[in-house]
T-cell receptor, first 118, second 111 residues
Framework: GAVVSQHPSWVICKSGTSVKIECRSLDFQATTMFWYRQFPKQSLMLMATSNEGSKATYEQGVEKDKFLINHASLTLSTLTVTSAHPEDSSFYIC??????????????FGPGTRLTVL | GDSVTQMEGPVTLSEEAFLTINCTYTATGYPSLFWYVQYPGEGLQLLLKATKADDKGSNKGFEATYRKETTSFHLEKGSVQVSDSAVYFCALLHRGGKLIFGQGTELSVKP
């Protein structure tokens, strides 16, 4: 149980185009999804937290107009990198959590999406 | 604010050696603590967790004990295998639901 998928697993795009990455919880309802960015040989940097049906909360320094997040259902969140540039090339990882009786205790991670912008 | 500090890597060991990866944290209260493992090109997998002081998390031969006195959650394994080669992340669950990660420790096990 608690499987999270991401699609695509890798994508190459031209500079200036937009790219959409999907994150799905396959066997549970995810009230909250998180989007992370990881540079080579570095830790995960939280970009934003999205709750189903409401606007995402972005971390300081993350451009909300650049990284559009939509959490339209309890099983799907999308990250759209708009007008991508080479510096947006990175490994993007999502995670999903469900709320128990109080705070959620665990996040389940997707396999990641490798974005390369030419 | 809350933070996690891990020992720097890379750590290189021979097969069957004993492994310790140090992790200390700074936090308000007593957060849940986690170890995640990341294999090359993949996302994170939960390795083990502990939700309160003195809890011991264990999985696949790995262990870590939640020590509130020393604010530590060191990862140990008695005999590593080549297949354990990966990057290991220590993390705490912030009260707001965010995971705070350490910088990661790369482990390389040689046959």
């Amino acid at each position: 149980g608690a499987v999270v998928s991401q699609h695509p697993s890798w994508v190459i795009c031209k500079s200036g185009t937009s790219v959409k990455i999907e994150c799905r919880s396959l066997d549970f309802q995810a009230t909250t999804m998180f989007w992370y960015r990881q540079f080579p040989k570095q830790s995960l940097m939280l970009m934003a937290t999205s709750n189903e049906g409401s606007k995402a909360t972005y971390e300081q320094g993350v451009e909300k107009d650049k990284f559009l997040i939509n959490h339209a259902s309890l099983t799907l969140s999308t990250l759209t990198v708009t007008s991508a540039h080479p510096e947006d090339s990175s490994f993007y990882i999502c995670s999903a959590a469900y709320t128990g009786t109080s705070v959620y205790n665990e996040q389940f991670f997707g396999p990641g999406t490798r974005l390369t912008v030419l | 604010g809350d933070s996690v500090t891990q020992m720097e890597g890379p750590v290189t060991l021979s097969e069957e050696a004993f492994l310790t990866i140090n992790c200390t944290y700074t936090a308000t209260g007593y957060p849940s603590l986690f170890w995640y493992v990341q294999y090359p090109g993949e996302g994170l997998q939960l390795l083990l967790k502990a939700t309160k002081a003195d809890d011991k998390g264990s999985n696949k031969g790995f262990e870590a004990t939640y020590r509130k006195e020393t604010t530590s959650f060191h990862l140990e394994k008695g005999s590593v295998q080549v297949s354990d080669s990966a990057v290991y992340f220590c993390a705490l669950l912030h009260r707001g639901g965010k995971l705070i990660f350490g910088q990661g420790t790369e482990l390389s096990v040689k046959p």
